[in-house]
């Protein structure tokens, strides 16, 4: 049963800071196209040096971050971090960290409404603007999300590293791919980065670092329930 404290706690750690977030994203994108940031430069300069190898590769980029596949890994990985962990708080966190980028990415892409760059887009263009780029701030929430959850089960320095660097590089490879096809501008990949980590850290804050239900903060004492 969901309880009162439990309603305001994730009101005041996971709601707020996501009404933040859209309120920010949305007053960046209104200050982007208010004032001019000769980024159409970028992006001629990308399609200008267009070849196979670069086309291919870019396709396979992109791809780690399409809807379909993010969705179906969320689902998966979470699933796996139950059976592993016994406990749903880190498979929680996972959704949390993917879901509540893309929700704020859904409440401010259309209303900021940014066209795409002025080049040939390689891939279809749906329906939402360029701003920001949802591909670039989901594989930041998947791939960083699970790299915080893997990293929190080691110790060794040479294990995180092993795991955060693929963790990092996805998103890297997204934003770059996304770019050289001609879906973002350069504004719109960084705002994605930013919004990722901002979901990623947030969902950390509120539900990795709260004491387990019967467990007192500082307290060394096991949680009654287990299971969360």
């Not at 992109?62 to 809807?67: E, G, P, V």
């Not at 879906?183 to 705002?191: A, E, G, K, N, R």
């Not at 980590?197 to 670092?209: F, K, Q, S, T, Y």
Request: aromatic share 10%.
């Amino acid at each position: 049963m969901v309880r009162a404290e439990d309603l305001k706690y994730y009101g005041l750690t996971l709601l707020s800071p996501m009404l933040l977030m859209a309120a920010v994203t949305y007053g960046a994108g209104q200050a982007i196209l208010a004032w001019p940031t000769g980024e159409a430069a970028v992006s001629r300069a990308l399609a200008a040096g267009r070849d196979p190898f670069w086309n291919a590769a870019t396709d396979f980029g992109s791809s780690l971050s399409d809807t379909p596949y993010i969705v179906a890994l969320t689902a998966v990985t979470a699933i796996v971090f139950r059976l592993w962990l016994h406990r749903w708080r880190e498979s929680i966190f996972l959704v949390a960290a993917v879901w509540s980028q893309s929700l704020v990415f859904l409440a401010t892409t259309e209303a900021v409404g940014r066209h795409r760059p002025p080049v040939q887009h390689l891939d279809p263009a749906p329906p939402t603007s360029s701003f920001p780029s949802g591909h670039v701030s989901a594989a930041v929430g998947f791939y960083c999300g699970v790299a915080v959850v893997l990293a929190s089960r080691v110790r060794s320095t040479v294990a995180r590293v092993a795991i955060w660097t693929p963790a990092v590089a996805a998103p890297l490879i997204v934003g770059f791919s996304r770019l050289y096809r001609g879906m973002h501008f350069l504004t719109d990949v960084m705002w994605g980065l930013l919004l990722g980590a901002g979901c990623v850290v947030m969902a950390a804050w509120a539900i990795l670092r709260r004491p387990a239900a019967g467990k007192a903060p500082g307290s060394s004492r096991p949680a009654v329930r287990a299971g969360l």
